[in-house]
């Protein structure tokens, strides 16, 4: 029987996406060739580019005027390819600290000019997303990052700001409707809540590109990959179709809002057993609760760990451990992850406290 997965990442993926994915590795459009052997400008894999930007746009709704990117590097190369792209020469950012991720996004943008925090919330571990932080209009952007995987933190609404507005999704993408045109530009990898590691999907605006006074190196701009529709360079063409997939099934069953809906129900059965267990503590502010990753600690390590250890190995649960940086216990709840695995969960946290 196939495990709980709770991994924070690379994450579960739906099991009909699963098959699909292993049957083209074999045999793709019955072509009776493998969808990892064939070039990249046959008709069939063109296609499936070009259904995963429909996708993509599709279920986020977003209007005309926005240019859908797979590219590589992960998240990570977003990190300086948003500077490189959208910061003028001797320009301005304004970055909102809420973890490592925005942390490190932070400190590439260093690299090309003035950076202001606009607030930050390290004095508490990440624990909660700082409020009422003022964003300079004579910024060029502002960045957040929507979902802070590591300490179990989301945002719950987004500044209204007088400069470009971008965000790193890559742990709550498609997981919750929200008004996607509120952005200039929006990136994730993949592999938290879409596919396999291998791809970035990156929205972008057209309109704000091609305004820095800076010489960009061709692989980094954005404009080049616009031009040629994700295929400047081979695209890794089976975490783009797996994507695919994913996106597929997600518009077959509903969309955002049903997904949301579920996402909703988990985190609240998850979070409802974690405040009312003695035995258990959340960790970030209630607030701020993430409904993607929930951080809990055991608020009696040396009286129970061993055992609830043992329980969760029994149970099948897989990827439950915290990060380094935090400790404790982590439930990733991505959108494939089933609401019968978060009942099994608490099925063990119950049984634990019954034993105690
Ligand atoms: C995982 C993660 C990243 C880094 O992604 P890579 O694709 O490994 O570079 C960046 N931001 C957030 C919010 C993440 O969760």
Request: with cysteine; proline share 4%.
């Amino acid at each position: 029987m196939k495990k709980h997965n709770f991994s924070a990442g690379p994450c579960i993926l739906p099991e009909s996406v699963l098959k699909q994915a292993s049957e083209a590795i074999l045999n793709f459009d019955d072509l009776n060739l493998s969808l990892i052997e064939i070039s990249h400008r046959s008709k069939n894999v063109v296609a499936v580019m070009d259904e995963a930007m429909a996708l993509v746009k599709e279920l986020m709704g977003l209007p005309e005027g926005y240019s859908v990117l797979f590219l590589q590097g992960g998240a990570s190369l977003e990190f300086l390819m948003v500077p490189y792209n959208l910061m003028k020469e001797g320009g301005k950012a304004a970055y909102l600290e809420t973890g490592t991720w925005a942390k490190k996004a932070r400190q590439e943008a260093e690299a090309f000019g003035d950076v202001t925090v606009v607030g930050n919330s390290s004095d508490k571990n990440f624990s909660y997303i700082p409020k009422g932080y003022e964003v300079p209009a004579d910024a060029d952007y502002f960045h957040s990052t929507s979902n802070n995987t590591i300490y179990g933190t989301q945002m719950k609404s987004f500044p209204k700001v007088n400069c470009l507005n971008v965000c790193d999704m890559s742990s709550d993408i498609f997981s919750r409707n929200l008004d996607f045109s509120q952005f200039d530009l929006i990136y994730a990898g993949a592999q938290k809540n879409m596919g396999p590691a291998g791809t970035t999907l990156v929205v972008v605006k057209d309109e704000i590109l091609g305004k820095t006074g800076r010489k960009i190196p061709t692989m980094l701009d954005y404009n080049t990959h616009i031009a040629k529709e994700s295929m400047f360079n081979t695209p890794p063409v089976f975490a783009i179709y797996t994507s695919m997939l994913t996106l597929r099934w997600l518009k077959e069953n509903g969309g955002i809002d049903w997904i949301e809906n579920i996402n909703n129900q988990k985190a609240e059965l998850l979070y409802g057993e974690i405040d009312r267990n003695p035995l258990f503590a959340g960790t970030a502010a209630v607030e701020d609760r993430s409904y993607m990753n929930a951080c809990f600690l055991l608020n009696d390590e040396s009286a129970h760990k061993e055992s609830f250890d043992n329980m969760l190995k029994e149970g099948g649960i897989n990827g439950l451990n915290g990060h380094r940086s935090v400790g404790g216990y982590r439930a990733s709840m991505y959108n494939a992850l089933p609401l019968s695995s978060v009942e099994a969960l608490l099925e063990i946290m119950r049984e634990l406290e019954r034993k105690a």
